[in-house]
């Protein structure tokens, strides 16, 4: 057996069980083995019609989600199309408002905790508020064990290797590892846990049986 297969039999063991854990604190929640498992899973969940928002996400793209939904006729609310700052932060106010909002979590925790730091805000804030409904895809790489684990897992790796993506001035950004910067350019600047999900089923969480994002 490869350590490719190895790790994929660890996941369709593991998995179900982080599913579990999020049932219990209200989430919906669902186990798929793949990627395409995951667009269709959240294609079924997603009402024909609503107004489709996001927050930044290598996880969402990477599936395809969203051009499934554009596909099927879905109001897209789409910050990057903007042709000036103003005009972008208008539609990122707009999709605080949206039907459903589409992100990753950069942790969840085996007991069943989503752990999201965040350099604006507006992807944590529509987690916490806004949207009827959130849609999070997570690859299983995501899951860690506990939120101590998921504070390190961000810090040490996901938000350093975030910052390649933009054009910022941070420690990271030249060293590749945190330095507990307060930088004005800083995207560590809020950390939140999402103990239980409230109302029940607001948030819907598919863990997919693949490395997703980062």
Known sequence: MSMIEAIKQKYEKSGPKVVEALKKRHFEAFYVSSKEEAVKKA?????????IGWGGSFSIDEIGLKA???????????RDLAKTPEERRKLMVEALCCDTFLMSSNAI???GQLFNIDG???????LCFGPKSVVIVAGMNKVVPNLDAAYHRVR???APANAQRFEINTPCK???ECANCMSEDCICNQFVTTR???????????LVGEDLGI
Do not use: W, Y
């Open 43 to 51: 294609m079924e969940i997603i009402p024909q019609g609503d107004s």
């Open 68 to 78: 499934e939904l554009e596909k099927s006729g879905h109001k897209m609310i789409d």
């Open 109 to 111: 925790t085996e007991d």
């Open 120 to 126: 604006v805000a507006n992807r944590v804030a529509a």
């Open 156 to 158: 040490g790796f996901s």
């Open 174 to 176: 030249i060293t590749g």
């Open 196 to 206: 239980l999900c409230k109302p029940a089923g607001r948030i819907k969480v598919i």
